[in-house]
Every structure is written in structure tokens, then in C-alpha cells.
T-cell receptor
């Protein structure tokens, strides 16, 4: 299994541009989420999904959009990039049942810089 | 609003020493307390986790101590090694009746651990 994959690894945007961060998992996890990591702030939840067609907002959803059309994919869209969105973005997925219920598996991250 | 407060921000320990990282929380609805380990350039990975019905959980050199009345929990790394140098995050999850919170974690600010050889 590849686990959780994210593309791209690095991205530089100009203010106002839009882009989509890709996330895919091959573990048949129902739950997927997006976090951003900033120095001294830990990881903050942006959006999450408990299954295909179901998404909800996390702690810091403004400026981001998500959709979940398949179990495997959970893309994150930046609608109009701002310098405040410069961060490292992590996608994660979780088992919803069984011994490893609740354990989150993280992707390698996307480092985004907005100029 | 930071619901999980982690300290210290950074920690330097000599090889063989004990590393201790502390977390405090406010929300009594939290029902699951994991610790994640993150190496530079990588995503976090689950290290160890505890539920509030036990006061301690040990896995190898890593131990979580949990104090429900004080709303605090801590990670102890015994015989710390240079390979343990990483950023450590505590986290907590709220239980809900609908059972959809199983991935919705609130993280602490992180602790950068450096173990000198």
C-alpha cells in the first residue's frame, strides 16, 4: 500500500491565484482530513470528511474548499491564495472501526508559499 | 482558542536521559489522547495513545501518564536516543454520539526534542 499520498510536494503561488492540493489514500479509510502546520501553532484542522459525499468544516476553514466524490480522494482547493495561507499542509486518513480505530495516517505534506 | 496546551516548546536532553513533555486540556469531553512523532520533512506518525479510563500506558521506552482530575497528560521517553530527536505533538479527540469524531483531533503546539549523543 502507498498509504496517504499528496501532490505537489512544493508550490509557490502569487496572491490571488487558485490551486488544488491533491490527496489520495489506498487503505479504504472512511475518514479523511486536511490540516495546516504553522510554527508554534501545532496542526490545525481545516476540513474533514467522514465518507464520500460528506464534508464538514474544521477549526480554520476560511479560504479553503473541499469535496469528496470517492473514498480514495480528498482534494483541497485554495480559492484565492493569500500570504496568510503560507504553510505546510497535511492530509490524513483514519480507520473508522477495528483495533486501529481513530489512528490517523498522515501524508508527507505540501509546502505552500504565497507571495 | 487553544484547547490543548503543550510544554515545553523545545527540549534538549543528553543521550540516556529522560525526556518529559506535558499537555493540559480543558474540555472534559475528550476521550482519546494520542501522541504523534514527526521527523523533519515528514508527516506526523502515531507514537502511542491512551484513553481516560487508565492512568498509564507503556510501549517500549515510551510512556503516557494520564491524570484525569488534573486534566493533564504527559509523554515520558526513557533512555532517550539521538534517533528520538523529532517534534512531538499531543492531541485529543472529543467523543460524540454520532461516532463521526474519530479523526477530528485537536493538537498541542508541538515540542522540538533534541537528544545529544
Amino acid at each position: 500500500n502507498a498509504g496517504v499520498t499528496q501532490t505537489p510536494k512544493f508550490q509557490v503561488l502569487k496572491t490571488g491565484q487558485s490551486m488544488t492540493l491533491q490527496c489520495a489514500q489506498d487503505m479504504d479509510h472512511e475518514y479523511m482530513s486536511w490540516y495546516r502546520q504553522d510554527p508554534g501553532m501545532g496542526l490545525r484542522l481545516i476540513h474533514y470528511s467522514v465518507g464520500a459525499g460528506i464534508t464538514d468544516q474544521g477549526e480554520v476553514p476560511n479560504g479553503y474548499n473541499v469535496s469528496r466524490s470517492t473514498t480514495e480522494d480528498f482534494p483541497l482547493r485554495l480559492l484565492s491564495a493569500a500570504p496568510s495561507q503560507t504553510s505546510v499542509y497535511f492530509c490524513a486518513s483514519s480507520y473508522s472501526k477495528g483495533k486501529r480505530w481513530g489512528e490517523q495516517f498522515f501524508g508527507p505534506g505540501t509546502r505552500l508559499t504565497v507571495l | 482558542q487553544q484547547q490543548v496546551k503543550q510544554s515545553p516548546q523545545s527540549l534538549i536532553v543528553q543521550k540516556g536521559g529522560i525526556s518529559i513533555i506535558n499537555c493540559a486540556y480543558e474540555n472534559t469531553a475528550f476521550d482519546y489522547f494520542p501522541w504523534y512523532q514527526q521527523f523533519p520533512g515528514k508527516g506526523p506518525a502515531l507514537l502511542i495513545a491512551i484513553r481516560p479510563d487508565v492512568s498509564e500506558k507503556k510501549e517500549g521506552r515510551f510512556t503516557i501518564s494520564f491524570n484525569k482530575s488534573a486534566k493533564q497528560f504527559s509523554l515520558h521517553i526513557m533512555d532517550s536516543q539521538p534517533g528520538d530527536s523529532a517534534t512531538y505533538f499531543c492531541a485529543a479527540r472529543v467523543a460524540d454520539a454520532g461516532g463521526t469524531s474519530y479523526g477530528k483531533l485537536t493538537f498541542g503546539q508541538g515540542t522540538i526534542l533534541t537528544v545529544h549523543p
